[in-house]
């Protein structure tokens, strides 16, 4: 089993897990004193066996041997996407996760479908969606939680994606630039953000407004890809372009 932690909480070798990681390997899996366990902090990975449960009721594990995160890939992809109804975002970032998305930010645009009612439920939502991406970061065996940003506005998201190497815009009436071609005339990249539009896409004056920042506007094949599915495909494109999905990475 694959738990994360803070460095701040290593000390002697000795790994405090969180009350949470402790009720669940206490309470969920019933892992026993001496079982094996696998701790990521922020630079390593470490191979720990279930010591004591102290006075708060955390679980300690002892590090047996500890290595360089080996999951990871050496770009770094924030997939900024448009808020969607039902558990469509539940899956994008779910599947995002398990295939090397790092950082996700979900934003407001003109077509979206959810509502957000004020701060409280934004929090409430980015909540749900980071436990999901941990949830799914333990699962696929990531060396680092993928993290859920703040739900922001479409300039906010644009104007924050424009940051990075490479800053994709994925667009339905791109009718010019394929993803493949655009991804390669970037030459090599260690940042990219990929930037993809709700259930009834992106509007026009979207589309001029992220070309106005500098956004690259792509079409990921001649197909029409559901909201949820569109940023799956291109964090896997990313991946497979640079090497990420190779043996040994």
Do not use: W
């Amino acid at each position: 089993m694959r738990f994360f932690a803070d460095s701040s909480n290593i000390s002697n070798d000795i790994v405090t897990l969180s009350q949470e990681d402790s009720l669940h390997i206490t309470k969920v899996l019933r892992m026993r004193e001496g079982e094996k366990i696998t701790v990521c902090d922020e630079k390593s990975e470490h191979l720990c066996v279930i010591g004591s449960i102290n006075k708060d009721k955390l679980v300690t594990a002892q590090i047996i041997s500890s290595g360089p995160h080996t999951t990871e890939p050496d770009v770094f992809v924030t997939v900024y996407a448009a808020l969607s109804k039902g558990d469509r975002f539940d899956y994008l970032v779910q599947k995002c996760t398990e295939v090397g998305v790092s950082h996700i930010v979900p934003f407001i645009s003109k077509r979206c479908v959810v509502k957000v009612d004020g701060q409280k439920d934004a929090e409430k939502k980015r909540i749900r969606y980071e436990r999901i991406a941990l949830e799914a970061s333990k699962q696929s065996r990531r060396s680092r939680p993928v993290t859920v940003g703040p739900i922001v506005s479409f300039k906010e998201a644009i104007e924050d994606a424009s940051g990075d190497e490479c800053c994709l815009f994925l667009y339905e009436d791109e009718k010019n630039r394929s993803f493949k071609e655009v991804l390669e005339s970037f030459g090599s990249f260690k940042r990219i953000s990929i930037i993809t539009g709700p259930e009834g896409g992106f509007e026009p004056q979207e589309a001029e407004l992220a070309a106005e920042i500098g956004a690259s506007s792509v079409l990921i094949g001649p197909r029409i890809l559901r909201c949820e599915t569109a940023p799956v495909a291109a964090v896997s494109a990313v991946m497979y372009h640079t090497g990420n999905f190779d043996v040994g990475v």
